[in-house]
């Protein structure tokens, strides 16, 4: 069964599951993954969260962690700075899990609005994002830059919580 919760930094689990989501990082962003130490200092910021999508076996993660979202919130801002799900899980809605359950914290926290950044030549993620009710509202040119190949685009991408 899949669950979804934000991981705490005093987990007993913490370790295990940030090599998790370091190795899927790697695996589905291999230009830029951010690795094990590096999430770790990530989240000793106050501001920084992680929601992590698993299987549920045992009352335990067990390293099977399918899906995640590193997020950081600064009074009614926010933004995604990691996402990704693991190749085998994907296109069975992770990402949409993320999402909804991201959108509901956000709104808990009184968040105005949610910001990301994706490379213009990631037709996949884009096509969820504006699913997810996001919207470019503006272009870095030739952010990503890789020798001997050309510079892609990052788009910056917005989401607005209506106040209810």
């Known amino acids: 069964m899949l669950m979804i919760k934000i991981l705490s930094t005093h987990s007993a689990d ?3 599951v940030l090599q ?3 190795d899927i990082e790697a695996i589905v962003q291999p230009q830029d993954a951010w690795g094990f130490q590096t999430l770790v200092e990530s989240l000793k910021q106050d501001s920084m969260h992680l929601l992590i999508v698993y299987e549920q076996k045992n009352n335990s993660i067990n390293n099977t962690v ?3 979202c590193l997020y950081q919130v600064i009074f009614e801002q926010a933004e995604i700075l990691r996402i990704g799900t693991h190749p085998d899980y994907q296109r069975q809605g ?5 999402f909804a359950r991201l959108n509901t914290e956000l709104r808990t926290h009184q968040v105005e609005s949610l910001l990301l950044e994706v490379r213009s030549d990631n037709a996949p993620a884009i096509a969820l994002y504006e699913q997810q009710e996001f919207a470019l509202i503006h272009k870095r040119k030739g952010y990503y830059q890789t020798p001997h190949q050309p510079a892609i685009d990052a788009l910056i991408m917005q989401r607005l919580y209506v106040r209810e």
């Open 14 to 16: 913490f370790e295990q």
């Open 20 to 22: 998790a989501v370091a």
């Open 94 to 98: 992770i990402a949409s899990q993320i």
């Open 66 to 68: 399918t899906g995640y």
